[in-house]
């Protein structure tokens, strides 16, 4: 027999009980978006507003003369990069440490960074070619932790980007939540070892060995909540052989916008383009 005091406590810890259950849908529901409510701190612009972009420069250890040209052509200065920032717009070398820390590599780049002030250092990053999935993960990650942007641009080192091009193109895309913007393609899996491009889950792609759509990795843009999305399952998250394609799989699972902006196809001519080939 139960007196009506345990009675009520049984009822109690059920109504709990259903809660708890409720609350980790919530939760998951949160997660899977791309949001999680205060497990991000940002930092935005100088007037603490919301930035329109962070872009990433893709670089290497041996790249400071591809940075040389790219200072010399569309980067601005370091007071520029002052006043760009102020217009909501921050741009970075993206690079991580050494397999050997506080090697010679590692203190060229701090030398470097402190003349120039124009770099984005992914402190738990090993760089190295074959690690390029795993820079996506971090670059989106450490991005979104440090500015609060509404875009987030991935850009390589070898190409030249009309600044105010590309800014103009995000400005367009204000307000469009979920958007994964690029030079859209597909194309063929290698599946033989030795070949460029050689994908050694060749296998999960299909008979056809073909992959899905993605954009290609010379510019991509995600949203802000992509990103998020990136940075709070980036552990969970599986990586392929190659960046473009690893996050074009990320993606999939997602409510996401694809935007396919020839603008953004770098290989190709056209008027209307803000990147080509350096």
Request: aromatic share 8%; net charge negative.
């Amino acid at each position: 027999m139960l007196t009506v005091e345990d009675k009520l406590m049984v009822l109690g810890c059920k109504e709990l009980e259903r809660r708890i259950v409720e609350v980790e849908m919530e939760l998951t529901v949160a997660k899977s978006q791309g949001y999680l409510k205060n497990q991000l701190k940002h930092s935005g612009s100088s007037s603490g507003k919301q930035l329109l972009a962070v872009i990433g420069i893709y670089t290497g250890f041996g790249g400071r003369l591809r940075r040389n040209v790219i200072r010399g052509s569309w980067l601005p200065n370091v007071d520029a990069l002052s006043k760009l920032e102020e217009r909501g717009v921050v741009v970075r070398f993206v690079i991580g440490r050494s397999p050997n820390r506080g090697d010679s590599l590692d203190r060229n780049i701090n030398e470097e960074n402190r003349e120039t002030k124009d770099f984005l250092i992914l402190e738990s990053h090993e760089e190295a070619q074959e690690e390029l999935p795993k820079k996506a993960k971090y670059f989106f990650s450490s991005a979104i932790q440090n500015w609060d942007a509404e875009f987030y641009v991935k850009v390589d080192d070898n190409i030249d980007v009309d600044l105010d091009g590309l800014i103009e193109l995000l400005q367009n895309r204000h307000g469009q939540n979920s958007s994964y913007i690029g030079c859209m393609k597909s194309g063929e899996v290698v599946a033989e070892e030795g070949r460029a491009w050689y994908e050694p889950e060749w296998w999960k792609f299909g008979d056809e060995k073909s992959y899905f759509r993605h954009a290609a990795g010379s510019v991509l843009v995600l949203s802000k909540n992509l990103a998020q999305y990136i940075n709070i399952n980036s552990a969970s998250l599986k990586s392929y052989a190659h960046e473009d394609t690893s996050i074009g799989s990320w993606m999939m699972g997602l409510q996401t916008t694809y935007i396919d902006d020839s603008r953004l196809c770098c290989s190709t001519s056209g008027q209307d383009k803000v990147c080509s080939l350096a």
